[in-house]
């Protein structure tokens, strides 16, 4: 039980710290728009200081709701678990609170009006009901499942990067969240990591 006690809250906000970093100081976003530029020679996206550093904001938002889809799928393997259902109380609850630190700290660090904060939770209840039907389909059985639906951070981020070219922006788009969805299992192992 050591360890829940350890989760919370300090750690929470060192993820939200780590991720902004990482979208940030470490330009994830910046090289994903500089990569997708001269894969498909789309120069033309490109708008000037203030549009590049908007679209560059705009993404790294959605970047950080795809990341915090990430957190609850690797919360588990830090208590040696896999399945939420066999968690104690004491477990759940230290999990949920270093989820709500983790948004906390976001909240504070991009200085959110009421407005903001209610946009945010709105864009990841889209975020998280697309996660509970994609593990509700990788949890049914072969003859029930239905075609796989795309992240909401595909369409959302292609449509921000290059609406005329919208095909091979979701290309571009659906190789980077596999770097997203990686990153944020990196970052949430790092801050997490034994020993600290």
């Not at 060192?14 to 997708?36: G, I, P, Q």
């Not at 001269?38 to 120069?43: K, Q």
């Not at 951070?153 to 980077?176: E, H």
Request: aromatic share 10%.
């Amino acid at each position: 039980m050591a360890r829940a006690r350890k989760l919370f809250p300090i750690y929470g906000s060192a993820l939200a710290n780590n991720m902004l970093k990482a979208v940030e100081r470490e330009r994830v976003v910046a090289n994903f728009v500089a990569r997708y530029i001269d894969e498909y020679d789309r120069h033309g996206i490109l708008g000037g200081p203030a549009r590049d550093r908007e679209l560059a904001e705009t993404i790294g938002r959605e970047v950080v709701l795809a990341m915090l889809l990430e957190v609850p799928k690797g919360l588990p393997r830090f208590f040696g678990k896999t399945q939420r259902g066999k968690f104690t109380d004491s477990e759940k609850q230290a999990m949920d609170a270093f989820f709500q630190e983790c948004i906390a700290a976001l909240g504070r660090a991009w200085n959110w009006k009421p407005e903001d904060r209610r946009r945010f939770h709105q864009d990841f209840t889209l975020y998280s009901e697309f996660g509970a039907r994609q593990t509700a389909q990788e949890n049914a059985p072969k003859r029930e499942k239905a075609p796989i639906e795309e992240p909401p951070f595909i369409g959302r981020v292609a449509l921000l990067l290059d609406p005329s070219m919208l095909d091979q922006a979701r290309r571009a788009t659906r190789k980077f969240y596999g770097e997203v969805e990686r990153l944020a299992q990196s970052l949430l192992r790092e801050t997490l990591r034994p020993g600290r």
